[in-house]
């Protein structure tokens, strides 16, 4: 077993991110889309000699241009962000868009402004492009969640494994009594013939609390659903943040008897398979 376990933890990777993983650029052409008229009219502030006649002249044609000028400074709306205004009150970024004045201060105070005026920025549809993709990058530790997912998905398509995805346990009257009130939703169900294989993945490329809770967690529902005839919980994961909380990944391999990484899942193939 010790043998297998250090075999195990030499075959942990440090990143599971593909190329894809960087960037979900679907999803920046579409938040631009959404606001490109908008900003098409905002572009008529670039290179202005009177900027604040250029505001009025697009404040009386539609003032509602004014409303996605919180993403030019990398802002989302939705956040609601708030301010400390000139007086000391913390006033919402969005009440800075409901007049002509308040859009000048805006403009003056970011200093937004004088970058359009000297025209640093030649246009603004791609330059919130820019700025969607900058604030996409925080999108990374969502994604990350489903990269392992993605990838335990593409390995059983490609062996011809038919599977699905986010089971709840309650579907199984048996294990919903093993597990009682703890109730669980599988990352991947795979049913043969003779057995069903109730299936968690993650991925860990740094260390944490949340090592410790999650081989916890599985050492304690593992015993419970391999107890009822026909089951088997399997855990798939890998990281090199493994390494931060090896002693209680070790107890773990030790009580379940499927745990794979993303080396080792060919033998789970095999199993199924075979």
């Known amino acids: 077993m010790l043998k297998n376990f250090d075999k195990f933890m030499s075959q942990l990777k440090e990143t599971n991110q593909t190329l894809d993983f960087f960037c979900d650029f679907e999803k920046i052409s579409q938040n631009v889309e959404d606001i490109k008229l908008s900003l098409c009219m905002l572009n008529s502030l670039i290179g202005a000699s009177n900027l604040r006649k250029s505001v009025e002249t ?3 044609r539609d003032k509602n241009a004014f409303s996605v000028m919180d993403i030019l400074v990398a802002v989302r709306t939705r956040d609601k962000k708030e301010i400390l205004d000139s007086v000391g009150n ?9 007049s002509v004045d308040s859009v000048m201060t ?23 492009f820019g700025i969607e993709t900058g604030l996409d990058t925080n999108a990374r530790k969502n994604r990350s969640g489903h990269v392992m997912e993605n990838t335990v998905a593409n390995i059983l398509t490609n062996a011809g494994i038919p599977f699905r995805q986010e089971v709840y346990s ?17 990352d991947f169900v795979v049913e043969t013939p003779s057995k069903t294989y109730l299936i968690e993945v993650n991925f860990y490329s740094g260390g944490g609390s949340k090592l410790n809770e999650v081989a916890r967690s599985y050492s304690d529902i593992a015993p419970k659903i391999n107890s009822v005839e026909g089951f088997e919980f399997v855990w798939i994961t890998d990281g090199i943040g493994w390494k931060s909380a090896k002693n ?6 030790g009580i379940i008897p499927s745990v794979y990484n993303l080396t080792s899942i060919q033998d789970f193939i095999k199993l199924v398979t075979g």
């Not at 309650?170 to 599988?186: C, H, P, Q, S, Y």
């Open 58 to 60: 697009i404040w009386n």
């Open 90 to 98: 913390c006033v919402p970024l969005e009440s800075m868009f409901t």
């Open 106 to 128: 805006f403009l003056t105070e970011t200093g937004l402004g004088d970058v359009l005026q000297s025209q640093k920025v030649k246009d603004l549809v791609d330059y919130v």
């Open 170 to 186: 309650r579907e199984w009257v048996a294990i919903t009594n093993v597990l009682g009130d703890d109730e669980k939703r599988f």
């Open 248 to 253: 209680k990944l070790q107890e773990a391999y």
